[in-house]
């Protein structure tokens, strides 16, 4: 397994940007799949976005697309997600998973690394 650590969250009004990071310790991101996964209070954590490890493969929830990107700097061992004109439904604590060989996979189930989550707020 590879060590995350999520960052960038805060509170912000809507329509703002935020960028979050997660960044990998203990050994290299190459190899790795990366999704972004988001959890509100009472609700089910949500696939938000993922990417593959060359990144050649980018997915998006629905609820996302065209506000937010995914990429990554596996030189950095970092994958970003940037996301724009947000929403006070965006609002949730935002968590990075990797897992190996997986090419970019929207099922939690898929991912054995996990970071502690970062909180994203959004006022209207």
């Known amino acids: 397994q590879v060590q995350l650590v999520e960052s960038g969250g805060g509170l912000v009004q809507a329509g703002d940007s935020l960028r979050l990071s997660c960044a990998a310790s203990?050994?290299?991101?190459?190899?790795?799949?990366v999704g972004w996964f988001r959890q509100a209070p009472g609700k089910e954590r949500e696939f938000v976005a993922a990417i593959s490890w060359r990144g050649d493969r980018i997915y998006y929830a629905d609820s996302v697309k065209g506000r937010f990107t995914i990429s990554r700097d596996n030189a950095k061992n970092t994958v970003y997600l940037q996301m724009n004109s947000l929403k006070p439904e965006d609002t949730a604590v935002y968590y990075c998973?990797?897992?190996?060989?997986?090419?970019?996979?929207?099922?939690?189930?898929?991912?054995?690394?996990w970071g502690q989550g970062t909180q994203v707020t959004v006022s209207s």
């Open positions: 998973a990797a897992a190996p060989r997986v090419v970019a996979g929207t099922s939690p189930h898929v991912y054995d690394s």
């Open positions: 203990g050994r290299s991101f190459i190899g790795y799949g």
